[in-house]
């Protein structure tokens, strides 16, 4: 008996640390593109938040891990970017290098690509860092300043993405899936990525589902994660500005869609990306009603493996 103990905390302990060397998601960010709170809010959804730090939020952002060679990827270069980087090191245990290998951005919106301006000479200075983007944003970064001036120093290293065509980086797949959205300066994409063990797919940002080419519940069948859009819960939020002008899929319409779907397809459901007046950020029992309904929402900090 004991040496059968022996044996099953062995492979227990085997397979612990085989698991350890599996890619990894870590979440550094979950809130909307201006942060949690929000500059300028006086209202009672950022009160708290002002008053106590550790209600705080960044912008929404991921890391990509894969500590069998020590190599980590960043989605978004948020305007939290000098918080974020030092919190994935906190996380991993000062494990990885500082910079990632590469930075894979969705579109030209302030939360999802002003942090770039950190790589640059008056802070980072850093040597030609690989940024991933589609061609209208390349072209964006590349003619329009101050973003141009990284790539004319060599800062950054801008590399073309195609839609829906996948990159091997590592051994970790990463595929660009084109978007419906409010396009000024570029395109807008989420990313699906294969570690191999599993399937994420990132959409932070989109005008509706129901614009979009593809079918969100057979993209979300397809994967074990899926961080999907929850910018607001429902059309009541904002009260200073038309909420046709900011367009994205309501938590209250996504959850609805899902509603006739297993209880295993919707927990593959982390809503992230959450305006400051969103609910799900500030009222508990929003966000319990959501989990009791089978539903996730991302943590910010939380390694998904």
């Given at each position: 008996?004991?040496?059968?103990?022996?044996?099953?905390?062995?492979?227990?302990?085997?397979?612990?640390?085989?698991?350890?060397?599996?890619?990894?998601?870590?979440?550094?960010?979950?809130a909307?593109?201006?942060?949690?709170?929000?500059?300028?809010?006086?209202?009672?959804?950022?009160?708290?938040?002002?008053?106590n730090?550790?209600?705080?939020?960044?912008?929404?952002?991921?890391?990509?891990v894969?500590?069998?060679s020590?190599?980590?990827?960043?989605?978004?270069?948020?305007?939290?970017?000098?918080?974020?980087?030092?919190?994935?090191?906190?996380?991993?245990?000062?494990?990885?290098?500082?910079?990632?290998e590469?930075?894979?951005?969705?579109?030209?919106?302030?939360?999802?690509?002003?942090?770039?301006?950190?790589?640059?000479r008056?802070?980072?200075?850093?040597?030609?860092?690989?940024?991933?983007?589609?061609?209208?944003?390349?072209?964006?970064?590349?003619?329009?300043?101050?973003?141009?001036?990284?790539?004319?120093?060599?800062?950054?290293?801008?590399?073309?993405?195609?839609?829906?065509?996948?990159i091997?980086?590592?051994?970790?797949?990463?595929?660009?899936?084109?978007?419906?959205?409010?396009?000024?300066?570029?395109?807008?994409?989420?990313?699906?990525i294969?570690?191999?063990?599993?399937?994420?797919?990132?959409?932070?940002?989109?005008?509706?589902?129901?614009?979009?080419?593809?079918?969100?519940i057979?993209?979300?069948?397809?994967?074990?994660?899926?961080?999907?859009?929850?910018?607001?819960?429902?059309?009541?939020?904002?009260?200073?500005?038309?909420?046709?002008?900011?367009?994205?899929?309501?938590?209250?319409?996504t959850i609805?869609?899902?509603?006739?779907?297993?209880k295993?397809?919707?927990?593959?459901?982390?809503?992230i990306?959450?305006?400051?007046t969103?609910?799900?950020?500030?009222?508990?029992k929003?966000?319990?009603?959501?989990?009791?309904?089978?539903?996730?929402?991302?943590?910010?900090?939380?390694?998904?493996?």
């Amino acid at each position: 008996m004991k040496k059968y103990i022996a044996l099953l905390l062995l492979s227990l302990t085997v397979n612990a640390l085989i698991a350890q060397e599996k890619p990894y998601i870590i979440v550094l960010g979950v809130a909307q593109d201006g942060g949690y709170p929000h500059l300028g809010c006086k209202k009672v959804c950022c009160t708290k938040a002002w008053s106590n730090p550790k209600l705080r939020k960044n912008v929404t952002a991921l890391a990509v891990v894969n500590p069998s060679s020590k190599k980590w990827w960043l989605l978004e270069a948020t305007p939290d970017i000098k918080f974020q980087l030092q919190d994935f090191q906190k996380i991993t245990n000062n494990q990885y290098p500082y910079l990632p290998e590469g930075v894979f951005l969705t579109h030209a919106h302030m939360g999802h690509y002003t942090g770039l301006a950190q790589f640059g000479r008056e802070v980072m200075n850093t040597k030609q860092l690989n940024v991933y983007v589609m061609p209208k944003f390349k072209r964006f970064l590349e003619s329009n300043g101050p973003w141009s001036q990284l790539v004319n120093l060599k800062n950054i290293n801008l590399i073309e993405l195609s839609d829906n065509k996948a990159i091997d980086l590592d051994n970790i797949k990463f595929s660009s899936l084109k978007v419906p959205h409010r396009d000024e300066y570029s395109e807008t994409v989420g990313f699906k990525i294969d570690l191999n063990h599993k399937n994420v797919l990132f959409i932070p940002d989109i005008d509706k589902w129901s614009k979009w080419n593809k079918s969100i519940i057979e993209e979300v069948k397809k994967v074990d994660y899926a961080f999907l859009d929850a910018t607001f819960f429902d059309n009541k939020e904002l009260n200073n500005r038309p909420i046709a002008e900011v367009p994205h899929p309501f938590v209250a319409e996504t959850i609805q869609l899902f509603e006739n779907e297993s209880k295993a397809i919707k927990e593959k459901i982390h809503f992230i990306h959450f305006n400051h007046t969103n609910p799900i950020m500030w009222q508990p029992k929003i966000k319990n009603n959501i989990l009791r309904q089978n539903f996730n929402i991302a943590q910010q900090g939380k390694t998904y493996q």
